[in-house]
């Protein structure tokens, strides 16, 4: 399989970790979507990321889309590790969270937050590269603290984000969270929880590629690839 992303998406870095978790291998391959290329257009006409090219070359677009065919073709084979729990409730409330996750989360803070810091410096002035908007900045970064405060009591009522098993909730959350992490925009003295959390998470092999990735012209926070933050 071939899967279209970008290391700082964290749509993309949603779908890594389910196919590290699945033990499914997938080339990357690095799209910057803002250069609108007509080959990958044709693939997915929205432009948007991720893209991962399935069996028979089948272009499955979309971080949602992505998931459910991989649990649906994979799911099965994983038994007690399978990332949707067994039961119509468990399921609905797992894919509640990654739309939590990877559309609200997605829409206050990270993409804001993504586009700002590392987009802008991959992109020319044609396309809107720039200086940070320091008004965008400020609102995502107001609104870290309430997602922040949401990610702690999850944490702090369940052994795992949606119940009792890992579930693609916590994958979701990872994959935005550890975009923060990345650009060092989370206070986690702030929310014990969410902290023990993201360490358990963190420590899992799934999210060894996560840690070892690395934007040009810009860094992680120094504790980004540190399993004891």
């Known amino acids: ?74 799911g099965p084979m994983m038994r007690d590790s399978r990332l949707m729990p067994d039961s119509p409730l468990g399921r609905a409330e797992v894919r509640r969270l990654v739309d939590w996750f990877l559309v609200k989360t997605e829409a206050d803070v990270t ?37 922040m405060r949401y990610l702690g009591w999850l944490a702090k009522s369940r052994d795992w984000l949606a119940g009792e098993r890992l579930s693609l909730a916590d994958l979701a959350a990872g994959a935005a969270v550890s975009v923060l992490d990345y650009l060092g925009e989370i206070d986690w003295t702030a929310e ?4 023990d959390w993201y360490h358990r998470i963190k420590s899992r092999p799934s999210f060894r590629d996560l840690l070892a990735d690395r934007v040009r012209r810009l860094p992680p926070a120094s504790h980004y690839a540190d399993l004891d933050f």
Do not use: C
């Open 111 to 147: 993409r804001a937050l993504a586009r700002e810091r590392v987009y802008k410096l991959q992109m020319s002035p044609a396309q809107g590269g720039g200086a940070p908007d320091s008004t965008v900045l400020r609102t995502a970064r107001a609104n870290i603290r309430q997602h």
């Open 192 to 195: 014990p929880a969410a902290r």
């Open 1 to 74: 399989m071939l899967l279209f992303h970008h290391p700082i998406s964290a749509p993309s870095r949603f779908i890594r970790l389910m196919l590290a978790e699945y033990r499914e291998d997938a080339e990357l391959r690095e799209e910057q979507p803002w250069q609108r290329r007509p080959e990958f257009l044709q693939l997915n006409p929205a432009g948007t990321l991720p893209v991962l090219i399935g069996e028979a070359g089948v272009a499955i677009v979309g971080a949602f889309a992505i998931s459910e065919y991989l649990d649906e073709t994979r």
